[in-house]
């Protein structure tokens, strides 16, 4: 992705965020340059938290056709879920647009609500998985829907309209777009690692590698590395 198109998406979220009500936190508007020396003083947690903006398109170059917008809002340690004291929690907002395509995809550890804040419906495609953690094509998937236990078959379509969400298990199969309209989701968890708790079925890039050809105006969580611990 080149970085002019991710400054563009970062203020386009941003206000799609606000018409819902929705104000991020002050570092989410922070230059490079304060968000290094923030995080070199009294904000190392941006940082060992990964908390911030992550822009990705899976490594396809489709953005609009497959990708996704997501503002890491707080996020505990793992070490936390060990001992259950701490912040063992995390939370984010994201925006998948209409018809944009998120891959399927599970996690080993974390469970996560998924909340469509407002806009379209939130559709996800779903699947169990084997004792392996390969995708089960055949089996019936139970959710919890707002506290609403529900039955669907292997990749079937739940749709979920503004207000409404659901409960994923680790191992729980999902992909998920929006239709008629781009989707506000709110994501409330336990402890997240995108680094190494996210399976997909297809092979995919995580973090998309980004190309200079303007600078940043907010830096991404893949850029923290390169920007914030180098010299």
């Not at 386009?12 to 968000?35: K, T």
């Not at 390969?134 to 829907?145: F, I, K, R």
């Not at 379509?157 to 409960?167: A, D, F, N, R």
């Not at 190309?211 to 907010?218: C, L, N, Q, S, Y």
Request: proline fraction near 4%; hydrophobic fraction near 40%; include cysteine.
């Amino acid at each position: 992705m080149k970085r002019s198109h991710v400054n563009d998406i970062i203020a386009s979220s941003d206000a799609f965020m606000r018409s819902f009500g929705f104000v991020l936190p002050p570092f989410a508007y922070w230059s490079p340059e304060e968000m290094k020396s923030r995080v070199a003083s009294d904000c190392p947690t941006i940082f060992d938290a990964r908390l911030g903006w992550d822009i990705t398109d899976y490594g396809k170059g489709r953005f609009d056709e497959v990708g996704l917008v997501l503002f890491t809002l707080r996020n505990g340690d793992a070490s936390n879920l060990t001992t259950g004291q701490g912040m063992v929690y995390a939370e984010k907002l994201m925006i998948t647009r209409n018809g944009q395509v998120n891959p399927l995809h599970r996690h080993a550890a974390k469970t996560e609500d998924i909340i469509n804040r407002g806009g379209g419906t939130l559709v996800l495609q779903m699947y169990n998985s084997h004792s392996d953690g390969s995708v089960d094509d055949e089996s019936d998937v139970e959710v919890a829907t707002d506290a609403r236990l529900r039955r669907l078959k292997a990749g079937d379509l739940l749709k979920l309209m503004p207000g409404e969400s659901v409960t994923l298990l680790p191992g729980n199969w999902h992909a998920f777009w929006a239709e008629d309209g781009d989707v506000l989701m709110g994501e409330v968890s336990t402890v997240n690692d995108d680094l190494t708790d996210n399976y997909f079925r297809e092979p995919v890039g995580r973090f998309s590698a980004i190309e200079e050809d303007t600078a940043p105006v907010h830096l991404l969580v893949s850029d923290y590395d390169a920007w914030l611990r180098a010299g």
